[in-house]
């Protein structure tokens, strides 16, 4: 299997606070993976209006990582962290 990529619980509280100053105050956005399931998931859980994704990504916590950073499959794209968040009784990776 492959290696599991982490980071210290400083790493990702820098990166959270680096995403959400990228979100909140300079109008950043997110590209997500276009998947079958994923846009199902995203209807089913009323996030399909970009101000949804944005809501909850802004409450991520150090807690809620899983994994990364890990490079991107897309050349010069940025690296790819995991977060894992319970939200309305289902477990959302992030």
Same mark, same amino acid.
């Given at each position: ?15 959270? !606070?680096?995403? =959400?100053? +990228?979100?909140?105050? &300079?109008?950043?956005?997110?590209? /997500? %993976?276009?998947? #079958?399931? *994923? @846009? ?10 970009? !101000?949804?994704? =944005?809501? +909850?990504?802004?409450? &991520?916590?150090?807690?809620?990582? /899983? %994994?990364?950073? #890990?490079? *991107? @499959? ?21």
């Amino acid at each position: 299997m492959g290696n599991k990529t982490t980071a210290t619980y400083d790493e990702v509280k820098q990166f959270l !606070d680096q995403l =959400k100053v +990228w979100l909140e105050f &300079l109008n950043g956005y997110i590209v /997500y %993976e276009k998947k #079958d399931k *994923n @846009e199902q998931f995203m209807v089913d859980m009323d996030w399909d209006k970009a !101000d949804k994704k =944005k809501e +909850w990504i802004l409450k &991520l916590e150090p807690e809620d990582y /899983y %994994e990364g950073p #890990d490079p *991107n @499959e897309k050349p010069g794209a940025n690296p790819v962290w995991k977060f894992g968040k319970r939200i309305e009784g289902k477990l959302c990776y992030i």
